[in-house]
């Protein structure tokens, strides 16, 4: 019979052609100051050298999976979760990176939460380029640390038309608590993260890390970019399809701002792209 205990922390990478990022998101990993972790690559069937860039390490705590069939971005994170065996959770996309104290600051907030009150923690994130250089850092709005109630942050993410949770490489949320939610939905892709973080927020409130514990790369060829171009619609459809199923409990006024501030965003991230991904 088998003695092996799980890991406390399953990092996994969904990567298709990430071969040029690949190896900075796993260093990241492997570097951090909390040691039990487990960290998985899981290959969506790549063209590239994807394989050959994970065997360069040499690490037990890592190991490479294969797609038989290429799944897409929503297939292969719901991957992640069924492979996932830890007590705590995390996604890191391929292009993206975790600062050194990462999986450590956010997993002592959940082990000091035996009630599981706080359904996530998320931190602030810096934005790198291709190369890592630091473009600029984002963080919550009023950046102070603690616990912020799941109706607050819903309430403030509908108004300001974004994702101020950010994405998945600056959150970690219990497993089991995944299992209860289910699959990643891509019904709208630029807010399949914030999709999840809001079904995980019905359970709970969340943790804001003020320090940047990830970082978040743009560049020209990632698929954030890519589906960038349809930010305003996409979080419109989403807040509809929220209300629908009762997962968000909204005033009017914020309701009326999500309905203009989602094309101003994604204007202001066009002109973004244009000056840096140049």
Not at 89 to 107: A, G, S
Not at 204 to 221: K, N, P
Request: proline share 5%.
């Amino acid at each position: 019979m088998s003695t092996a205990r799980s890991p406390l922390i399953s990092v996994c990478i969904p990567t298709y052609q990430g071969e040029a990022t690949l190896a900075a998101a796993i260093e990241s990993v492997l570097m951090q100051t909390e040691p039990d972790f487990e960290l998985i690559v899981i290959d969506d069937g790549s063209p590239d050298d994807t394989r050959a860039v994970v065997e360069r390490f040499a690490d037990g705590r890592l190991s490479y999976v294969r797609n038989e069939r290429n799944l897409g971005p929503q297939g292969n994170w719901n991957r992640c979760l069924d492979l996932a065996g830890g007590q705590y959770f995390k996604l890191l996309p391929h292009d993206d990176v975790l600062h050194p104290r990462c999986l450590e600051r956010q997993r002592t907030v959940l082990d000091a939460d035996p009630d599981q009150r706080v359904a996530l923690v998320f931190s602030a994130r810096e934005v790198i380029d291709a190369d890592g250089r630091l473009l600029t850092r984002r963080g919550y709005p009023g950046g102070r640390e603690g616990v912020i109630d799941a109706a607050s942050i819903m309430s403030a993410c509908v108004r300001r038309g974004t994702n101020l949770i950010g994405e998945p490489g600056a959150v970690l949320m219990r497993k089991s608590l995944a299992d209860r939610i289910g699959p990643f939905d891509a019904t709208n892709p630029y807010v399949i993260d914030l999709d999840y973080w809001v079904r995980s927020l019905a359970h709970g409130d969340a943790y804001y890390c003020s320090e940047a514990l990830a970082g978040f790369r743009v560049a020209a060829g990632s698929w954030s970019v890519a589906i960038g171009s349809k930010q305003s619609s996409d979080f419109r459809q989403f807040v509809e399809r929220m209300k629908s199923r009762d997962m968000l409990s909204v005033s009017t006024f914020d309701q009326c701002c999500g309905r203009l501030t989602p094309a101003l965003n994604n204007l202001a991230r066009l002109v973004f792209y244009r000056l840096y991904l140049r």
